[in-house]
C-alpha cells in the first residue's frame, strides 16, 4: 500500500504560483509513476502532468503546458508540480496518484493510489 498526500494548495492571485508536493509514505513509489489530475465540481477528474520513475519523462495536458513543471524527488518519496502564471480557471482540487508500474500514463484508470486532494484557489 502506497498513502499519498498532497499539500501546498491555496488561494493566489492570477499570474501568480504555488508549488504542490505529494509525499509517500508506507511502500516506497520510487519505482512507479506519478500523475498530477484536478477536477471541477461536477465534472470528471482531468489529466494535469505526469512523470515517470525516474523524472527524466514527462508529459502536460495542453492547457498547462509551458506554464507547470512536474519533477520528483526519489530520496524524500516526493513529487512536485510547480505552477505558474496560474489563471483563475485553474482553480480546482489536485489530486496526485500513482501506478505500481514505472511508466506514466494520461487515464485515471491507469492509477492505483490516489491522495486526498488539496485545494487550488486563484483569484481574478
Known amino acids: 500500500q502506497v498513502q499519498l498526500v498532497e499539500s501546498g494548495g491555496g488561494l493566489v492571485q492570477a499570474g501568480g504560483s504555488l508549488r504542490l508536493s505529494c509525499a509517500a509514505s508506507?511502500?516506497?513509489?520510487?519505482?512507479?509513476?506519478v500523475g498530477w489530475f484536478r477536477q471541477a465540481p461536477g465534472k470528471e477528474r482531468e489529466f494535469v502532468a505526469a512523470?515517470?520513475?525516474?523524472?527524466?519523462?514527462?508529459d502536460y495536458a495542453d492547457s498547462v503546458k509551458g506554464r507547470f513543471t512536474i519533477s520528483r524527488d526519489n530520496a524524500v518519496n516526493t513529487v512536485y508540480l510547480q505552477m505558474n502564471s496560474l489563471k483563475p480557471e485553474d482553480t480546482v482540487v489536485y489530486y496526485c496518484?500513482?501506478?505500481?508500474?514505472?511508466?506514466?500514463?494520461?487515464?485515471?484508470?491507469?492509477?492505483?493510489?490516489w491522495g486526498q486532494g488539496t485545494q487550488v484557489t486563484v483569484s481574478s
Open positions: 512523470v515517470n520513475w525516474s523524472g527524466e519523462s514527462t
Open positions: 508506507g511502500r516506497t513509489f520510487s519505482n512507479y509513476g
Open positions: 496518484a500513482t501506478r505500481r508500474i514505472w511508466t506514466m500514463r494520461r487515464s485515471v484508470e491507469s492509477y492505483n493510489y
